[in-house]
């Protein structure tokens, strides 16, 4: 089984940018499509970003389309989830999960979920 770690999370003011990171050990990263989902207080866990096991085929969640970009580097078995213009909308816990099927949106069909990273927007 796949073990992942995010990274990158942290204070940054509405309009900048964070990049996340998810560094995946075990067994081979690079065989998972990559999704990543956020949950903030009270709220159910939503999905944010998905990439293929290539990088080549990525979709976004409406909220974070033009915003946001997530790639991979399967050489380094990591994905990232680079965000722009961040906004007071976007705080939540970041988590990446690896795909073993189902609808790529869906927190379901999931290996594997990392501990996620918290990310705050201040004014």
């Known amino acids: 089984q796949v073990q992942l770690v995010e990274s990158g999370g942290g204070l940054v003011q509405a309009g900048g940018s964070l990049r996340l990171s998810c560094a995946g050990s075990g067994r081979t990263f690079s065989d998972y499509a990559t999704a990543w989902f956020r949950q903030a207080p009270g709220k159910e866990r939503e999905f944010v970003a998905y990439?293929?096991?290539?990088?080549?085929?990525?979709y976004y969640a409406h909220f974070v389309k033009g915003r946001c970009t997530t790639s991979r580097d399967n050489a380094k078995n990591a994905v990232y989830l680079q965000m722009n213009s961040l906004k007071h909308e976007d705080p939540a816990v970041y988590y990446c999960a690896t795909k073993t099927g189902g609808y790529y949106y869906a927190p379901t069909a999931v290996g594997s979920w990392g501990q996620g990273t918290p990310v705050t927007v201040s004014s």
């Open positions: 990439i293929d096991t290539t990088g080549m085929i990525t």
